[in-house]
């Protein structure tokens, strides 16, 4: 993780051209910005797509940077608009590509673990879009709720009500499966 005056030295090299600063920062940065849009678009194609508009930006727009956040916020800021115009213009869900599970598990524990990733992952694709932004910002990107409120344009108290009410429907909804799995075991 770099801090705003790393980031400032950086982001000022690239805003002058430097290839090698965009390099450091693509590298540190893309893997983040493709898990976020591929859980936002369901999509591993159109994650790619976001992510490469999103490091375009981050070529020509540089320079518009400014040091009130770390760069790591304002990428997910770009990626994020760019997902958010892309599910506007979709209707339909996309399909999913569920994270792997280590293959060090026992293949029952292995089995488990990705069927329980593909219930969480439906009922996280259910909630509302500005909830499972702010829940996808803040559990898997690693973002603090001041960092997810820049990205998504809003206040802290909003991306705290936001997680809140997410969490709750994630908790109801998991818990319903699992209701649902006991009450059909033999």
């Known amino acids: 993780m770099t801090n705003l005056h790393d980031d400032a030295a950086l982001m000022l090299r690239i805003g002058r051209g430097d290839a090698a600063a965009y390099r450091s920062v693509a590298d540190q940065h893309l893997e983040a910005i493709m898990k976020y849009a591929q859980r936002l678009l369901r999509s591993p194609s159109e994650a790619e797509d976001v992510a490469q508009e999103t490091f375009l930006r981050l070529w020509t727009d540089a320079a518009s940077w400014t040091p009130e956040a770390r760069v790591s916020a304002w990428l ?4 994020h608009n760019l997902c958010m115009d892309r599910l506007r213009k979709m209707r339909e869900p996309l399909t999913d590509a569920v994270e792997q599970a280590p293959s060090a598990d026992r293949p029952g524990q ?5 069927q329980l990733a593909e219930q969480v992952d439906q009922v996280l694709h259910a909630l509302p879009e500005r909830q499972r932004a702010a829940i996808t ?6 973002m ?4 997810a409120a820049l990205v998504l344009g809003v206040g802290v108290e909003a991306v705290e009500s936001l997680l809140s009410r997410a969490r709750r429907t994630l908790r109801r909804e998991l818990a319903g499966i699992e209701t649902q799995e006991r009450g059909s075991a033999p």
């Open 110 to 114: 292995l089995f488990a673990r990705k």
């Open 137 to 142: 910002l803040v559990h898997y990107q690693g």
């Open 76 to 79: 997910h800021r770009i990626a």
């Open 144 to 147: 603090t709720n001041p960092e």
